[in-house]
């Protein structure tokens, strides 16, 4: 199957600073990449949908200035954790898309996820 | 838009025993339904999927069934072992546009020796 990496797979940072996770389609060109957030022993909650080269959709409830969402090529989105602060500690898992196929519709492959603790 | 709902929260079972746990959807447009298998701090992997063209699918120890009409799914696994302790995500959505999926909550399987 397609492989997507993602990274740093854990981090930790100070309360205010900034942390950037990138999501990196390594065989495939994703033209969708999905971000997800998922709390200890809950399921993934989608943030946002980046696609290439135009603005991510984000999921009501998820602010756009505090998570940040960059989709500049085919194969790499990033996304910026602003200011963070202790209740943005979470597990941050992308997942992406490889070219629509309507007779065959497409998989989500997932990133390893990046576990983000802010002290 | 899309809710999935996933029974039980939590499942037991003895070694060699099987296990079913069930998923609901509520828009009529979905037609992908993947399983995904998540180990405690790894990513979600893909064990099965099924589309609405179809009732059934099985490989190996795990199949899925549909109801399209109504609007529920369930992931089986036979002969259970140790190693298919996990927490089991359904989801339910429209792939053949790039739409997202929603996940169930969830279902955490453990399988005794």
């Known amino acids: 199957g397609a492989v997507v990496s993602q990274h740093p797979s854990w981090v930790i940072c100070k309360s205010g600073t900034s942390v950037k996770i990138e999501c990196r389609s390594l065989?495939?060109?994703?033209?969708?990449m999905f971000w997800y957030r998922q709390f200890p022993k809950q399921s993934l909650m989608l943030m946002a949908t980046?696609?290439?080269?135009?603005?991510?959709?984000?999921e009501q409830g998820v602010e756009k200035d505090k998570f940040l969402i960059n989709h500049a090529s085919l194969t790499l989105s990033t996304l910026t954790v602003t200011s963070a602060h202790p209740e943005d500690s979470s597990f941050y898992i992308c997942?992406?898309?490889?070219?629509?196929?309507?007779?065959?519709?497409?998989?989500?492959?997932f990133g390893q996820g990046t576990r983000l603790t802010v002290v | 838009g899309e809710n999935v709902e996933q029974h039980p929260s939590t499942l037991s079972v003895q070694e060699g025993d099987s296990a079913v746990i069930k998923c609901t959807y509520s828009?009529?447009?979905?037609?992908?339904f993947p399983w995904y298998k998540q180990e405690l701090g790894k990513r979600p992997q893909l064990i099965i999927d099924?589309?609405?063209?179809?009732g059934e699918k099985k490989d190996q120890r795990i199949a899925v069934t549909l109801n399209k009409t109504a609007k529920h799914f369930s992931l089986h696994i036979t002969e259970t072992q140790p190693e298919d302790s996990a927490v089991y995500f359904c989801?339910?959505?429209?792939?053949?546009?790039?739409?997202?999926?929603?996940f169930g909550p969830g279902t955490r399987l453990s399988v005794l020796p």
């Open positions: 997942s992406a898309q490889s070219q629509i196929r309507r007779s065959g519709g497409t998989e989500a492959f």
């Open positions: 065989d495939f060109q994703a033209t969708t």
């Open positions: 980046s696609n290439e080269g135009s603005k991510a959709t984000y």
């Open positions: 828009d009529s447009a979905s037609n992908y």
């Open positions: 099924i589309r609405s063209n179809v």
């Open positions: 989801a339910a959505g429209d792939d053949n546009y790039g739409q997202n999926f929603v």
